[in-house]
């Protein structure tokens, strides 16, 4: 999950499933505050979440990439007009094939973000599916952004420039979708890329 109702109403879903559930949630995002609802409720697992509705490519994210992303089709309909529909996974066991299928065939373009490594990931089974069951559906390639397949640093001279960005993103939209880039993209990250408490901390990690 990446807001914190999706995070209550699934957990609550996760204890109460009569099968075993593996719940995961980003450390980046114990510091995003959302609201949510009081008392006992509960978020279907496997159901989607279109955050943001759009008309000219299809934006599947997770985690913490569901805030770049979100962050990214602002900046390119404000700036491009590029009307781009995020949808947040919310779950990855089962994926919810019919809101990706809806989504692609309105958009006709994909754009997937993993936190995972490239080779084996999620974004690859779902660009994998796409292309055998809407490729005539679509005006371009499908295309992902996921982490190279290397271990990933802990340093913050290795990590500032390492993980996938909102910039990463609206650079990538525009290249799929034909749009020449304005000189000079000046745009910061929601999400501060290193594994520390707070500005104050000055130890080694």
Not at 72 to 100: C, G
Not at 141 to 162: H, Q, V, Y
Request: aromatic share 10%.
């Amino acid at each position: 999950p990446t807001f914190a109702d999706d995070a209550k109403g699934l957990l609550l879903s996760s204890i109460s499933d009569p099968n075993p559930v593996i719940f995961l949630e980003h450390r980046w995002l114990h510091n995003i505050h959302s609201k949510f609802k009081k008392g006992n409720y509960k978020i279907k697992i496997g159901k989607a979440k279109i955050c943001k509705k759009g008309s000219d490519i299809t934006i599947i994210s997770m985690s913490y990439l569901t805030l770049e992303a979100l962050a990214a089709a602002e900046y390119l309909f404000k700036k491009y007009k590029v009307k781009a529909e995020v949808i947040d996974l919310r779950t990855i066991k089962p994926l919810d094939w019919k809101t990706i299928f809806n989504s692609v065939e309105k958009t006709k373009r994909l754009l997937v973000l993993d936190t995972g490594f490239t080779t084996g990931s999620v974004a690859g089974e779902i660009i994998a599916k796409i292309s055998i069951n809407k490729f005539k559906k679509l005006k371009t390639a499908p295309d992902r952004l996921a982490m190279p397949d290397i271990p990933e640093p802990t340093s913050f001279a290795l990590t500032k420039n390492f993980h996938i960005s909102s910039k990463d993103i609206i650079k990538k939209v525009l290249k799929m979708l034909k749009i020449k880039q304005k000189k000079n993209l000046q745009y910061s990250s929601p999400v501060k890329y290193h594994d520390q408490p707070g500005d104050w901390f000055k130890g080694p990690f």
